[in-house]
């Protein structure tokens, strides 16, 4: 994939392609999108330096129990702005991958870097702080039942403690963006699975992470819808956030040259 | 590719618009983005209201209710025991028995001479015949002639509570002027009140303090079931960077909500029966029933302190079983993550 740089001057120009009237919510929307992107730009190069990648594994190890490794010599890096297919055949631990990079999951040996920061440096009381800069995208959506879409996609915010007020105007637009407007108020049970997976899409966006990772986002979808969050996750990559998806729709990654980690028993290979 | 991505995106946002309206293009618009702005009021995080929590809620209220009860009856014996209490205190009688060649009515008056020139003594009283062969008629029937029989007679003499007379040396005396005479200040009685007064708290505490503990634990296993029926809310709400102190807030309020609805509808249940009883009480007067409930219980009043007692038992079972549920989702929440991140453990694996 090529690269583009993904300054205010390219979103314009992109702007004056299209009528201005079908990109008035989307430039409200990515202009905020950008300026957040750019403080957290800020945040890290005092930190760490503009170098350092978002995730850096380092010989991690996995294993459950006392099985064998599920998981074996990790040594990768996921930089800042990079999109990237994670894929092999089922039963090669791309969802184990995805909760390790998720920190949800302690690795057995190895060394992990989140944000420039070990891993097991981190006390677990700070671990939800650092799970708020990554995004998440279960196959399965993982909506809650009772909540409406907006309330779904709200969560994010919600749980960091925003009064409802704040962003109610936010939630709305992303909704729109992801294409829900006119499902703002129906219960995850009336919406369709392309529906869902957008829904789930727009929650892990809601509080702009740093990174997405997608896991199998286009299980449940018929090839074009496919084709349409794919094309959302690169306009969502173009405006900054490093974007994983973890697949095995051979069709799907074919339609983007994009880098690849392939995990075969437990290791991996990346064809950049 | 850009180019291509981009009106993808769009036409993906945009066919869901005409969704609502198909033909009439321009009020079937307006329409709908009038509604869509409009939002419903945020539900809770929790789904409010299920079988478990009204089952809850009925437990609550049964040990609201017997907390309650329990303050009432203590708070009851208490008053009851200190107002005989106050009462015996009051007085000290002087017993003199009859002997041969005893001069009774001065041996009497002699007595309460003596006992009225110690400080702290206010009134002496003599009971004389009549009020004796009262005192006696239940054992031996109307129609005595007193001087028959070898009958004691009394002195009572009224104390002052607050700065009481030297007993010992009035007793000492006494039996030096008038050996036939007995001072009895009734500390047996009092000390026998006070013990059973004692005794009656203690027993409410105790009481009190087995409802609470099995409210706790009735709450702790409510409050775990919740979790485990709501697991997949907690998973949700750990993937979107909830701190677990959020999620035991979200918890504490619907335990907060039940709580409160439970130990108001016990604790008003309480108050209740022990208003009709005192209003039964006081209609039913001098009744044989009447009279026999109160020398059981006393009488059914507790009083403004017994209703805000019972108002502050309700605070505290609601205080108790938020803070329980907040206890319980956090050590539980920390117990899920734990097991969650240890992939040595595969006990508590989630589902993905």
Known sequence: MKRIPSSRKFKWLMLRKRGLKSALFRALFTVRLLGSLRDNGHHESESQGLGHPLIHFENVGLRYGMGPEILRDMTFDIPKRSFQFLTGP???????LLRLLFMSLHPTRGIIHMFGRDLSQIPRSELPMLRRRVGIVFQDFRLLDHLTTYENVALPLRVR?????????????????????????????????????????????????????????????????????????????RLGTAVVIATHDLALMDQVDARRMILTEGRLDIYE | ????????????????????????????????????????????????????????????????????????????????????????????????????GLDMDAALKKARDLALTFVGTREGTIMDETATARLLEPWLGTGLNLADLPVPRLVIITIDEQNPPDFNGMRAQLKTAIPQAFLDDHRTWVDRLVSMAHTTVLIGTGVL??????????????????????????????????????????????????????????????????????IWQSNSLATPESDQATALFGTFTIGVTGYLGIFATMIVIALLTTLTARFTVMRTIDEIDLIRSDPARSDGLPAS
């Open chain 1, 161 to 237: 403690g925003k009064e409802e007020s704040s962003y109610r105007n936010d939630v709305l637009e992303l909704l729109k963006w992801v294409g829900l407007g006119e499902r703002i108020n129906v219960l995850p049970a009336v919406l369709s699975g392309g529906e869902k997976q957008r829904a789930a899409i727009a929650r892990a966006l809601m509080d702009r992470p740093e990174i997405l990772l997608a896991d199998e986002p286009t299980g449940n979808v018929d090839p074009p819808m496919a084709r349409r969050l794919l094309n959302l996750f690169m306009e969502l990559n």
């Open chain 1, 90 to 96: 089922s039963g090669a631990g791309k969802t184990t």
């Open chain 2, 1 to 100: 590719m850009n180019e291509l991505s981009r009106p993808k995106a769009a036409r993906a946002a945009k066919p869901k618009t005409p969704q609502k309206g198909p033909p009439q293009a321009e009020p079937a618009q307006k329409q709908p983005r009038r509604a869509e702005m409009r939002v419903r009021p945020t539900a809770p995080i929790l789904p409010p209201s299920n079988i478990q929590g009204n089952a809850l809620m009925v437990v609550i209220a049964i040990m609201a209710f017997l907390a309650c009860l329990t303050f009432g009856a203590v708070t009851m014996v208490r008053a009851t025991a200190s107002s005989w209490q106050s009462q015996i205190s009051r007085e000290i009688t002087i017993q003199i028995k009859p002997e041969d």
């Open chain 2, 209 to 278: 303090v087995l409802v609470f503990t099995a409210m706790i634990l009735t709450v702790i296993f409510a409050t775990r079931g919740a979790l485990s029926g709501n697991r997949h809310i907690v998973e949700v709400l750990h993937f979107v960077g909830a701190e677990s102190s959020f999620v035991a807030s979200e918890f504490q309020k619907h335990f907060l909500k039940i709580s409160m609805k439970g130990s108001a509808a016990g604790g008003a249940l309480a108050a209740l029966l022990f208003a009709a009883a005192n």
